[in-house]
């Protein structure tokens, strides 16, 4: 593992002369407000409102409920700044409402910005808010643009970019032109700038995750950071050396969101892993700067410092949350820190300043991938402190006792080639464990004024095996629109088309009787929730993919030996990534829940002075399974605490919305939302009342869909 630090002097001068500048770089804002994503630049989920406490949370009753009218899931952290809140509805589209009321003020219903027809079918996790005088704007994003409004009526500012969007695409290079760019989290502000998380394919179709900041005035791109360097650039030469080139890796994207030291001027921005996200033949090296936490001049992108959580990560290890930026008590000293959680359950933690651990780190050895032609890392850094608020180790004991087939599930277990958390994905199949969604997710960790991290976690394992795709000769035999579903669809939706809705992938068995084909083909092409927008697609091989699905294709197997659908010509001619996965597979029991022991979902408080634990607690429940003690389930979205001593969190399929003593973990109130929220609350005070709200969209884990924004006060 290398890391590099500019000289102190010259970064002494630079944090200097951005002190400076603190004022004019600070938005104004006050207590009352929630103005910014996660409730500030440092990401802490922390307000110090103090209207709702312990003594009364348990009064707490609906205050009002906006329906979007547009329903499905809703992943926003609503902001609310001067009376007024922001949200986004399930189809990204933004409104504004009032906050005391719920009363609308004005939505983006109409066409002017977005074809209904074009409309990305991502999710959003928030807006962001600027201004400077009078000039009150509201970003967002939809599809691969970034838009700019007036706060006060929702109209386009026309003045920024193209009649008032951005292309996401603009610092990406020519090889992003026809691939999939779109962004879930809101970008992060500093003084006229704004910087953007972007999500990309995680195949080998991805685009370059490079970092970018645009003005938020003029929309013109002012800054870039190649996350996978190019030549003569630091960290080059842990790539293959023509990887820039972006033929067949790409990614390394921050999709998480960052955090903002605006009197230091730096910026935080955790990344992900490159893509193809689970064989790494084809980028064989340490590849920095995927699965890094980058320090970086907010003014400038230049880089300050910088850690990888993960080396040559072929394990989707994305980052998943921002980080946390914070004050601790270290040998005596109170140091600026900055605190970053993880999928594997582990809390990073470093000198803001310096980028030195806090705790000890140690390079642990792990096992080799048995894949031809990868190279797993040999070590990977581990933290000595806090122990990891989530499981990473699994034996055949450990099993659930309450699966019905315990056995058949051991069997599985033992063939696994399980030695871990790092146990690279082997043909016969690997368990994940954490899963793809395990620790740490999007909705981050809270952190308070005394240094106490506060993170739902989920204990889910997956199991994924990797094997060799079809050759073009054997793909020539399919007709041409199961040549399109096998190399773009069937990873997810399996080969039948049965998919795996016990790990959230819809069965596309006659799907012609559930839907028609603009619903289909809007999906195909915009996205929908997780899964992205088929950018690369022909008209004519999406036309072919819908006739297969529709059961109307009339070509015969054998009659088209064009090159692999999804990628041009060239793209496959280069394309050096011979493996795919086998499916995204949670592993479950019979009855689809998870195939590991009980809890299946945490709340930990952990002090971050010490690193060791406060307190943990169960979070969520399956009912139905009638156990003694809660059963603990998946949870989406992350907690807020307040200076009334209170934590809110939702998250869970049961659909409760509940409040915890944060200094004890003890449950103080819950109550049963319209639909699941599987979001981060957001407080704020209008005319002396304190307001709990939060996006209850429903959809997640097969959930029922909701369409509703739902806010708390005292009576």
């Known amino acids: 593992m290398k890391r590099f630090l500019l000289p102190l002097i010259l970064l002494s001068a630079t944090l200097f002369m951005a002190a400076k500048l603190t004022t004019q770089l600070d938005p104004p804002g006050s207590a009352s407000d929630w103005s910014e994503y996660l409730g500030g630049p440092d990401r802490n989920h922390y307000s110090t409102l103090t209207q709702i406490d312990t003594t009364n949370v348990s009064q707490l009753k609906m205050a009002w409920e906006y329906h979007t009218l547009d ?173 820039y080139k972006n033929t067949d890796v790409g990614a390394a994207n921050n999709w998480s969101g960052m955090a903002v030291d605006r009197q230091r001027g730096i910026v935080y921005v955790p990344t992900g892993s490159a893509a193809f996200d689970f064989y790494g033949g084809n980028r064989q090296g340490q590849n920095l700067f995927a699965n890094c936490l980058l320090a970086l001049d907010a003014k400038t992108g230049k880089r300050l410092w910088h850690f990888q959580l993960v080396h040559h990560d072929i394990l989707d290890r994305d980052a998943p949350a921002p980080p946390n930026l914070i004050t601790v008590t270290h040998n005596g000293k109170r140091v600026d820190a900055v605190a970053q959680v993880s999928k594997q359950g582990y809390v990073f933690l470093f000198d803001r300043v310096t980028g030195k651990p806090l705790f000890p780190i140690k390079e642990t050895p792990m096992p080799a991938s048995d894949i031809e032609g990868e190279k797993a890392w040999p070590t990977q850094p581990i933290p000595t402190k806090p122990a990891p ?35 690279p994905l082997s043909k016969g199949g690997t ?144 394309t050096k990534v011979p493996y795919q996965i086998s499916g995204y597979s949670k592993f479950l029991d019979k009855n689809g829940y998870p195939a590991v022991p009980t809890p299946w979902g945490t709340l930990n408080a952990i002090n971050l002075n010490t690193g060791e634990y406060v307190w943990k607690t169960v979070l969520g429940n399956y009912p139905e399974l009638k156990t003694k003690e809660p059963t ?53 005070e209008v005319n002396g009342k304190q307001y709990v709200v939060l996006a209850c969209g429903g959809t997640k884990l097969g959930a029922a869909k909701g369409d509703s924004y739902v806010a708390f006060a005292l009576p």
């Not at 608020?389 to 315990?406: C, G, H, K, M, Q």
């Not at 939702?650 to 819950?670: C, I, M, N, P, V």
């Open 389 to 423: 608020y989530a499981r990473n180790i699994l034996t055949e004991v450990d099993i659930s006792p309450l699966a019905e087939n315990r056995a058949e599930l051991q069997a599985t277990l033992r063939k696994s080639r399980y030695q871990g958390a790092f146990t």
């Open 632 to 684: 603990g389930s998946e949870s989406y979205g992350g907690p807020v605490i307040t200076a009334g001593g209170v934590l809110f969190i939702a998250g869970t399929k049961d659909g409760l919305f509940k409040a915890y003593s944060r200094k004890t973990g003890k449950l103080l109130w819950q109550t049963k939302l319209p639909a699941a929220a599987f979001a981060t609350p957001s407080t704020y």
């Open 71 to 243: 329903s499905g899931q809703i992943q926003c952290n609503p902001i609310i700044k001067s009376g007024v809140l922001y949200g986004m509805t399930a189809t990204t589209q933004p409104f504004a409402v009032n906050a005391a009321t719920g009363e609308q003020l004005w939505t983006r219903k109409d066409t002017t910005t977005v074809r209904a027809s074009a409309r990305s079918g991502s999710t959003s996790r928030g807006v962001t808010y600027w201004e400077k005088g009078t000039d009150k704007r509201i970003l967002f994003t939809n599809g691969a643009w970034l838009y700019a409004i007036e706060a006060a009526t929702g109209k386009p500012v026309n003045s920024f970019g193209d009649q008032g969007r951005t292309s996401l695409k603009a610092g990406l290079g020519p090889t992003a032109k026809d691939k999939s760019v779109i962004s879930n989290t809101p970008g992060t502000v500093y003084g006229d700038l704004i910087i953007m998380p972007m999500r990309l394919s995680e195949g080998a179709d991805a685009a370059l995750g490079h970092i970018q900041a645009f003005n938020i005035q003029t929309g013109k791109l002012a800054w870039v950071f190649h996350t996978i360097p190019q030549p003569g650039e630091f960290g080059y030469d842990t790539w293959p050396k023509d990887t």
């Open 431 to 574: 368990i994940i464990y954490p899963g793809l969604d395990g620790g740490a997710e999007y909705g981050g960790a809270a952190v308070d004024p005394d240094g106490i991290m506060y993170v739902n976690s989920n204990e889910m394992a997956w199991l994924i095996s990797l094997n060799k795709k079809m050759s073009s000769d054997q793909l020539a035999q399919l007709s041409p629109g199961q040549r399109v579903y096998t190399t773009t669809c069937a990873q997810c939706h399996g080969a039948e088309r049965k998919g795996n809705p016990a790990s959230g992938f819809p069965s596309l068995v006659d799907i012609n009787k559930r839907r028609n084909r603009a619903f289909v083909n809007n999906i195909v092409s915009n996205g929908k929730g997780m899964m992205p927008a088929f950018t690369s697609l022909s008209a004519k091989q999406k036309q072919s993919l819908l006739a297969f699905l529709f059961g109307d294709e009339s070509q015969e197997p054998g009659m088209n030996h064009d090159a692999e659908p999804g990628l041009s010509k060239a793209e496959q001619a280069k």
